[in-house]
């Protein structure tokens, strides 16, 4: 399905390789789209790309990666190929990221900056369950590992 996605969305859209550029270019966009930089800890990407007329992004990685964030206690999983549709302080329609609580992994379907003060950033499932955690807690890298 996500291949589907990025195929569909290649003509038109800016498309970037190369780990240190595609990095640069994911800070770029978290920071344009009014989201924290440490949001997505994707270490070694591939390719990262945005169609801007359909709000289209993607990122590819070699391996998958799993992130634990420090702050909230939580880890996160981010398959080989990540996507969304995007605007200003949200991501909707996501695939590729997971969350675990407990012993379950559930797939994030949304983020957004849940608040006027930008205080708090909320993720949703696909089944509409959703948690909202401080904005703070994804401002840095938290730690990784490969899958």
Known sequence: MAMELIENNREGAEIFSGSDLCKKKCAELLEELHLPRGLLPLPDLLEVGRNKATGFVWLRQPKATINHFKKIGKTVSYATEVT???????????????????????????????????????????????????FSAFEEEGGRSEV
């Open 84 to 134: 969304a549709f995007v605007e200003d302080r949200r991501m909707t329609r996501m695939t590729g990221v997971k969350s675990k609580e407990l012993l379950i992994w559930f797939s994030i379907s949304d983020m957004l900056v849940a608040d006027p003060e930008g205080k708090k950033i909320a993720f949703k499932t696909a089944s509409g369950l959703g948690r909202a955690f401080p």
